[in-house]
């Protein structure tokens, strides 16, 4: 053994563990195997831990430039913010932001949230409704065929939601397009109802009933959360709580077994580190899987992981004057269809969510641009991409000011999408 290697264990004593990555879910996997006695080493290439749970901290401003706010679907996720210290930190957002916009023939329209609403409004037409009352009595897809979330949606529920409701909710959600994800990969659940029950209606009527049955919680009506001071809050905690355990500036170059230890060559700040451990974790970003080469695992299987499409997103965070938009903001954000033929992919009302995230006197957006859709768009300088940006925005909402702050974020590859094929890389 090199005198560069640090052993992870010695002789006789507790297993030992090396985490790839201080994502979320490497800080987790590494808090846990701690707790249960194991020697954990988390190692992350970048200078901080949390990926993309970046929060940037500016006087009165609080801008989120990865993820706005997470989902409490799971008791764990509620211990886990107990166990770290946080659940006085934690921030539901306010009632408000339940109602969701659409564009709509350039207009912001609420999108029905309950069968009350979606018979009352005007949002669907009643061409949409009476198709609605028809999904029950659908067939189902063919077995072996692997359908898209497009081909799915058109064949349950039509042209028109496709357009107005799963295109504008899928760019928020995976920056993505709805013809290239699979359905069963990217929502499974959907998938499922029809599979299990043979009709979405009658699986969330039936699906609803077990689950109260079980006491349990669906996902879409769990509970968002953030924290006084954002979500990088999270990552920032577990950093003070897992000490040198957590590894930064070191990116891990080659695995490989010996002697049943995982040998681990590293390179931690442009020079050579080795480490050894009895299992390996990698909780990496799929794209960056391929840089390491492991031992029995050829590079074309590792090269097929390299391979998920993640398309480039830029945010850019917009102040205004309170005085100076006339929408009432009274609501999460705004979503635009592809189909309204726009640049933008939408936009949060942050100081809606969580008013304490600007002055008062203020509104602070949060505006994406790129995605599947128009990824070239995401490239753009900050100087390029706000003269387009408010040019949208502006007439959308009713804003007569320039913004007093802006804060740009470009990510070249942003989220992973589920595409058709995908299940084959799994």
């Given at each position: 053994m090199s005198p560069d290697t640090e052993k992870q264990i010695e002789p006789h004593t507790s297993p030992s563990a090396l985490v790839i990555g201080a994502g979320i879910a490497g800080l987790t996997a590494g808090w846990r195997l701690k707790q249960s006695g194991w020697h954990v080493r988390i190692l992350e290439s970048g200078i901080r831990p949390g990926g993309a749970m970046v929060t940037e901290r500016e006087g009165e401003y609080l801008i989120e430039h990865g993820p706005n706010t997470a989902l409490e679907s799971d008791p764990r996720i509620g211990e886990l913010i107990h166990e770290l210290g946080l659940a006085d930190e934690k921030?539901?957002?306010?009632?408000?932001?339940?109602?969701?916009?659409?564009?709509?023939?350039?207009?912001?329209?609420?999108?029905?949230?309950?069968?009350?609403?979606?018979?009352?409004?005007?949002?669907?037409?009643?061409?949409?409704?009476?198709?609605?009352?028809?999904?029950?009595?659908?067939?189902?897809?063919?077995?072996?065929?692997?359908?898209?979330?497009?081909?799915?949606?058109?064949?349950?529920?039509?042209?028109?939601?496709?357009?107005?409701?799963?295109?504008?909710?899928?760019?928020?959600?995976?920056?993505?397009?709805?013809?290239?994800?699979?359905?069963?990969?990217?929502?499974?659940?959907?998938?499922?109802?029809?599979?299990?029950?043979?009709?979405?209606?009658?699986?969330?009527?039936?699906g609803a009933r077990q689950r109260k049955r079980e006491g349990r919680v669906s996902k879409q009506r769990a509970p968002m959360f953030s924290f006084r001071q954002g979500l990088g809050s999270l990552p920032e905690r577990f950093q003070e709580l897992l000490g040198d355990s957590l590894v930064l500036q070191t990116r891990a170059k080659k695995l490989s077994l010996e002697e049943g230890l995982w040998a681990i060559e590293t390179e931690c700040q442009g020079q050579p580190k080795n480490f050894e451990a009895d299992r390996v974790i990698y909780a990496g970003t799929a794209h960056q899987l391929p840089e390491i080469s492991i031992e029995?695992?050829?590079?074309?299987?590792?090269?097929?992981?390299?391979?998920?499409?993640?398309?480039?997103?830029?945010?850019?965070?917009?102040?205004?004057?309170?005085?100076?938009?006339?929408?009432?903001?009274?609501?999460?954000?705004?979503?635009?269809?592809?189909?309204?033929?726009?640049?933008?992919?939408?936009?949060?009302?942050?100081?809606?969510?969580?008013?304490?995230?600007?002055?008062?006197?203020?509104?602070?957006?949060?505006?994406?641009?790129?995605?599947?859709?128009?990824?070239?768009?995401?490239?753009?300088?900050?100087?390029?991409?706000?003269?387009?940006?408010?040019?949208?925005?502006?007439?959308?909402?009713?804003?007569?000011?320039?913004?007093?702050?802006?804060?740009?974020?470009?990510?070249e590859k942003a989220i992973p999408q589920y595409e058709v094929g995908y299940g084959s890389v799994r």
């Open positions: 921030r539901i957002p306010e009632l408000a932001s339940k109602k969701r916009f659409i564009l709509k023939q350039g207009r912001p329209q609420p999108l029905p949230m309950s069968p009350q609403a979606f018979f009352g409004s005007g949002f669907f037409s009643w061409k949409a409704k009476l198709s609605l009352l028809g999904e029950p009595f659908r067939k189902p897809g063919i077995e072996d065929h692997e359908e898209s979330l497009s081909e799915f949606v058109l064949r349950r529920l039509g042209r028109e939601f496709l357009d107005y409701a799963i295109n504008p909710f899928v760019a928020g959600v995976y920056a993505g397009a709805p013809d290239r994800l699979g359905v069963e990969q990217a929502f499974p659940k959907l998938h499922a109802l029809e599979k299990n029950y043979g009709s979405l209606i009658r699986g969330q009527v039936l029995g695992v050829s590079s074309s299987e590792l090269q097929s992981f390299g391979n998920i499409y993640h398309p480039p997103v830029s945010s850019l965070s917009l102040a205004f004057p309170r005085n100076r938009v006339e929408h009432p903001l009274d609501g999460f954000g705004l979503l635009v269809p592809e189909v309204e033929k726009r640049k933008i992919l939408g936009a949060l009302f942050m100081s809606t969510l969580f008013p304490e995230r600007c002055p008062k006197d203020q509104v602070l957006f949060t505006v994406f641009i790129g995605g599947t859709r128009q990824p070239h768009y995401a490239s753009l300088s900050r100087e390029e991409l706000l003269p387009m940006v408010l040019e949208e925005l502006k007439p959308m909402l009713g804003i007569s000011s320039e913004p007093t702050h802006v804060f740009h974020r470009f990510w």
